[in-house]
């Protein structure tokens, strides 16, 4: 479609608003004139208290919903705005940047708080450009939105002419073009796979005796209810792994299941694909933290790799049959092609692997002793979520945790840093703007909650209304091993390291009360799961800080 004589600021909302892409996060002074006529187009403006937590809030909207989001940002927090991305670059996220900067005639000239824009955005974006006027804005935003949901997703940068972009915005376009076919969801397009490809990789199934399924992230963006997959596994009797990512594409009680993979993973998971004889990676990243540095599956064992990014086929695994196109698509394609088959051996294997890992976990979950054990934290929040829940948890050990022992639906959605500490706070806001209907449960340790924790007041403002578990050790506590190395010995040494490495008792359920936020302090077992369920209930944000053991044990390792 085509409309006349529209401003910047104008076209920008009139292409978010076609793509039902219904929030920015942003940072003050970002796009003013576009923040200004937002409500007018019916699209919400969130500022946050700085450009990281903008980005991440984007990233946290773009996974929950499936669709691209938009995050700004003027021109000298540029930079924070680009570490922002990071992590949406490493979990394949559709968020688009819009950063303002000056003319070169100024730019060049030392012109003040200036610097090179897509130098900081290079690293952690598909697609980085800038406008050599106001009438490139258009055109090259709708190439953004193009870029980050085609293919595989991923972040966008767009340096617009303007300190905080304005005289884009300000001036009247030339080039109005709407593209009637909406380009802001995930996949923007889906493709099936050559028909000859799918006949050679279902040779492959039929032969297999030890075939097993690892879906990742691509494929709970294709196909939420995991239902294709589903069909696949059942009709040719294929167990399903997961990476963190793809976590709840399947009943995590069936018995198809097989755990979940990787460094971040649990032990019956990475002994089935250690022992398979065939791994099929549907919408997954193959790489070192999903198969254990490259040790489970092993060198040299089948692979079938079904992925929409052609590039990623076959990367790091020479022994790979590759179907490249859209995850359900390709998958419905196998299932047709495949043969009916059981494996009950098989199957037997992998119920003792997660019989077993099931074992070690009741048993860590079920020590009760003082301080709280992380295990009976997580044994409580598993069991209380809802069936529509979005869990977002932070990277390190709250991913391991919550990916390892939270037992989840494919009704619910799981999501994890990629990376980033402090991710998952400022993103579980984004997340719940973009699903205000469903409950958003934020599961991080105090490390990561400082680095944003003012954003408290974000979610007061606006009426944000997500649940909070801070896992509150003291510590950092997934480094302690390693920091600990250059202390071992004498005792002095010892009680340096502890001083070093420990925080200050600070509430934070106090400080969430300052904030206007209900803060609820637990110090005893039998109080999570009340505290829990009262949360979930209210009708305002609410941070749950647990008081935990320092010198618990971590998550139980990923292999033994």
């Given at each position: ?43 919400k403006n969130i ?74 955005f290079s690293g ?421 800080e647990v008081i ?13």
């Amino acid at each position: 479609m085509k409309k006349k004589d529209l401003t910047g600021a104008e076209y920008i909302c009139e292409l978010l608003k076609h793509n039902d892409i219904t929030h920015v996060f942003y940072q003050e002074l970002a796009f003013y004139f576009t923040t200004k006529i937002m409500k007018d187009y019916g699209l919400k403006n969130i500022l946050a208290h700085s450009e990281g937590a903008a980005g991440y809030m984007a990233d946290g909207y773009s996974r929950a919903t499936g669709k691209a989001c938009v995050c700004m940002s003027q021109a000298i927090g540029s930079a924070n705005l680009a570490a922002s991305l990071h992590d949406a670059w490493l979990g394949s996220t559709p968020v688009v940047a819009l950063t303002g900067f000056k003319m070169n005639s100024a730019y060049q000239r030392n012109g003040y708080q200036e610097s090179d824009h897509r130098a900081h955005f290079s690293g952690v974006t598909k697609y980085n450009d800038y406008t050599l006027d106001e009438q490139q804005l258009p055109f090259m935003l709708r190439q953004c939105l193009r870029e980050a949901t085609t293919g595989q997703p991923r972040p966008t940068h767009l340096d617009v002419v303007g300190y905080a972009g304005e005289m884009a915005e300000k001036a009247i376009m030339n080039d109005t073009y709407i593209p009637d076919t909406k380009i802001s969801a995930i996949p923007a397009f889906r493709a099936y796979a050559p028909e000859g490809d799918i006949k050679a990789a279902a040779d492959i199934i039929n032969e297999a005796k030890k075939p097993v399924i690892v879906a990742g992230r691509g494929a709970k963006i294709s196909d939420f209810s995991g239902t294709s997959i589903y069909e696949l596994a059942a009709k040719a009797d294929i167990p399903v792994a997961t990476t963190p990512d793809g976590k709840s594409i399947i009943d995590e009680t069936d018995p198809l299941w097989a755990g979940v993979v990787g460094g971040y993973g649990m032990d019956c998971a990475n002994k089935t694909t250690a022992a398979s004889d065939l791994v099929i990676y549907i919408g997954s990243m193959v790489s070192d933290q999903t198969t254990l540095n490259f040790t489970a599956p092993k060198m040299g064992t089948n692979i079938i790799q079904i992925d929409i990014e052609g590039a990623q086929i076959g990367k790091n695994y020479e022994n790979t049959t590759g179907l490249l196109g859209d995850a359900k698509l390709v998958t419905e394609q196998l299932t047709a092609a495949i043969n009916k088959n059981e494996r009950p051996k098989w199957r037997d294997e992998i119920k003792a692997f997660v019989n077993d890992t099931n074992s070690k976990q009741l048993k860590i979950a079920h020590n009760n002793r003082a301080p709280i054990q992380t295990a009976c934290l997580c044994k409580d929040l598993s069991s209380l979520l809802p069936d529509d829940a979005i869990v977002v948890a932070d990277t390190g050990w709250s991913a391991t945790w919550a990916s390892t022992m939270f037992r989840m639906k494919p009704s619910q959605l799981f999501m994890r840093a990629a990376g980033s500490l402090g991710w998952s706070y400022p993103a579980s806001l984004g997340a719940k703007c973009g699903a205000p209907e469903k409950p958003v449960i934020c599961f991080c340790g105090d490390g990561g909650f400082y680095y944003h924790m003012a954003e408290m007041e974000t979610a007061v403002r606006y009426g944000i209304n997500t649940v909070t578990i801070v896992n509150n050790n003291s510590r950092l506590n997934q480094c302690i091993p390693y920091v600990g190395e250059a202390y071992t010995g004498a005792s002095d040494n010892y009680n340096d390291y502890r001083e070093k490495v420990t925080f200050q008792k600070i509430s934070f359920a106090e400080i969430a009360e300052k904030f206007g936020v209900t803060g609820i302090k637990i110090e005893s077992t039998k109080d999570i799961a009340p505290a829990i369920k009262k949360a979930l209930l209210m009708k305002n944000p609410v941070v749950i800080e647990v008081i935990t053991d320092w010198s618990s044990d971590g998550p139980l390792p990923a292999f033994e």
